[in-house]
C-alpha cells in the first residue's frame, strides 16, 4: 500500500495527492508535521513534506513521487507518451517550481503567518518575481490547462502552487504580480474538478492547525 506523508496544506502534498486521485490509484495518508524529529529526518533528510511510505521503503521530492506514480501505476496517463512532450510538462513544472513558488516562499511567513521578514529579502524577491513570472508567459499556456488542451501533472502543481504566489505578493507588496495571467479563470476551472475540491477542503481543515503550529514556533 502506497502512504503519502505529509499535511494536507502543504502544497508539495497537495500536488502529489491531486495526482493520485486524478489516476485513482489507492493511497492512505498520514498526518507528518515537519518537526525535524529523528524518525522524521530518517525518511526524509531535510524534514520535508510529503513523502511515500511504501512497504517499508520511503521515496521522497514531490516530482520524483509524482513520476514514481506515473510509471507504477500508468493508468490514465497525467504525461504525454511523446519523450519530448513530456519533457515540456516537467520542464514547466521544473519552472513553476524553482522559479516562482520556491522564490516567492520566502514571503510566506509574512504573507501567511503573521511573521515578520526583513526588506531586503522583500526588494530581493520583488526583483526576483518580476523576471521569472515575465519569463513564465512563454510558456505557460492556460488553455485551457496550464500546458494545452490536456490536465496533464503540470496542472497539479499549477493548481496548487499558482494561487499562492499571487496572494503571497498580494499581501506584501499590494500588488498581484500574477494578474496578468488568468489564474482566476484557470482556478475556477480546475477547481470544478471533484479531485481539487476533496484537495480544497482537506487543505481548509488543516488550515489553522498548521497556523497554529507556526505561530507557537516562532
Ligand atoms: N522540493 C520539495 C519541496 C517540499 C517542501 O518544501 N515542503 C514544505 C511543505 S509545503 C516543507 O516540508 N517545509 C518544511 C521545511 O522546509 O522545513 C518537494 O517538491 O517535495
Given at each position: 500500500m502506497l502512504t503519502l506523508c505529509g499535511f494536507s496544506a502543504s502544497n508539495y502534498y497537495n500536488k502529489v495527492k491531486l495526482a493520485l486521485l486524478e489516476k485513482g490509484v489507492p493511497f492512505e495518508e498520514k498526518q507528518v508535521w515537519t518537526d525535524r524529529s529523528p524518525a522524521l529526518l530518517e525518511k526524509s533528510p531535510l524534514g520535508k513534506v510529503p513523502f511515500f511510505e511504501i512497504d517499508g521503503k520511503t521515496l521522497f521530492e514531490s516530482q520524483v513521487m509524482l513520476d514514481y506514480v506515473e510509471s507504477a501505476?500508468?493508468?490514465?496517463?497525467?504525461?504525454?507518451?511523446n519523450p519530448y512532450e513530456a519533457a515540456r510538462i516537467r520542464q514547466l513544472i521544473q519552472f513553476m517550481e524553482l522559479h516562482l513558488e520556491l522564490v516567492a516562499?520566502?514571503?510566506?511567513?509574512?504573507?501567511?503567518?503573521?511573521g515578520k521578514i526583513a526588506d531586503d529579502v522583500k526588494v530581493r524577491v520583488q526583483k526576483q518575481l518580476k523576471r521569472n513570472i515575465a519569463a513564465f508567459g512563454q510558456i505557460?499556456?492556460?488553455?485551457?490547462y496550464i500546458a494545452g488542451s490536456e490536465f496533464t501533472m503540470a496542472d497539479c502543481a499549477a493548481t496548487v502552487h499558482l494561487p499562492l504566489i499571487g496572494m503571497a505578493t498580494k499581501a506584501i507588496y499590494?500588488?498581484?504580480?500574477?494578474?496578468?495571467?488568468?489564474v482566476r479563470d484557470y482556478m475556477k476551472l480546475v477547481g470544478e474538478r471533484p479531485t481539487v475540491k476533496k484537495v480544497t477542503e482537506d487543505r481548509k481543515a488543516n488550515a489553522a492547525e498548521l497556523a497554529e503550529r507556526i505561530k507557537s514556533r516562532s
Open positions: 501505476y500508468p493508468q490514465k496517463p497525467l504525461i504525454p507518451s516562499r520566502e514571503l510566506y511567513f509574512e504573507a501567511f503567518f503573521g505557460a499556456n492556460f488553455s485551457p499590494g500588488e498581484d504580480m500574477m494578474a496578468a495571467y488568468p
